[in-house]
């Protein structure tokens, strides 16, 4: 594992404006009663789906479930609004996420709760020094989490995500190539560690699983030892070692079905447990801690930028048209073409994958 030392993260600036994001509060009662069924209204009105991400309020995860919209990880939202016909995309997540879907649907308009909803990740990859290092660097193959701007995902080769990402470094690894790995240093450290690839890796990390911290971790195992450890890959080493699994939001959510336990300690955003509850309603979920040495509560294990979504500021996008995205043209056509790389190696996956089982097990 190579980490680029010469490139500093602004880590003041990324706890300042973390500390600065504005929560939504959450409507109660009537109130939210008549929000919901306005809301629902005017997604027909505007004819727009509702994405929403496993991080936000469960308010709207409810109400993009309801709707015929999308509740999923990053992969799947993209996948999701450029497969849909709706005219207006609404995306309850952080800004790169609204920006996927417009470089995927420069056509439609994408509209958000908050255009507010920064990313710790994207934060600490500045597109001008991204292309700058890609071009020092020209032997290796750029590939960039979607965690980024559609600037910085412009520049590289590839675009990943955690559900994806070790599928698509292992099958550039298998050709010879050899990575430029942006930003996530603890994703990027995980995939090479499983891969073997030669990586290069940017020194950016998440705030809500920068947190979480081996030491405590390690003492409520012992607490709970019935319990299964589930970890994100945006986590520490230390941390991801002491996993029963590692995946994507997605992933994670699939384990909690598939692992016999009862009790779960969850080392990844609090706003997944919705969906696991909903899946899995029988069984226990705890967050993993956030103490230990080195340890802040900055994030709490909830992503402070993903809580200024709300059911208030929805409502007002959709009867106002603001919070649009908007990606310039040129910068889009370029993010385009590692964007529906990644897509067209998922569906070749997932192709592949439907015509083993159907050998397998013929009609």
Known sequence: MKTIQSIAIDKDRIQNLAAQARAAIPPVGAQKEKLVARIKELLKEKNAVLLAHYYVDEDLQVLADETGGCVSDSLEMARFGHDHPAATIVVAGVRFMGETAKILNPEKRVLMPSLEAECSLDLSCNAEVFRRFCDRHPDRTSVVYANTSAEVKACADWVVTSSIGTRIVAHLQAKGEKILWAPDRYLGAYIQKVTGADMLLWPGYCVVHDAF?????????????????????????????????????????????????????????????????????????????????????????????????????????LETGENEVLVDPEVGRRAMVPVRRMLDFARRIKTRATGEANIASPA
């Open 213 to 317: 911290k081996a030491d405590a971790l390690l003492r409520l195992r012992k607490k709970y030892p019935a319990a299964a450890v589930l970890v994100h890959p945006e986590s520490p080493m230390e941390v991801i070692d002491q996993a029963d699994a590692v995946g994507s939001t997605t992933q994670l959510i699939r384990a909690v079905t598939k692992l016999p336990h009862e009790l779960f300690i969850v080392a990844t955003d609090h706003g997944i447990f919705h969906k696991m509850r909903q899946a899995a309603p029988q069984k226990r979920f705890i967050e993993a801690p956030l103490g230990g040495t080195g340890a802040s509560c900055l994030s709490c294990a909830h992503c402070p930028w993903m809580a200024t979504n709300g059911l208030v500021n929805l409502a007002h996008t």
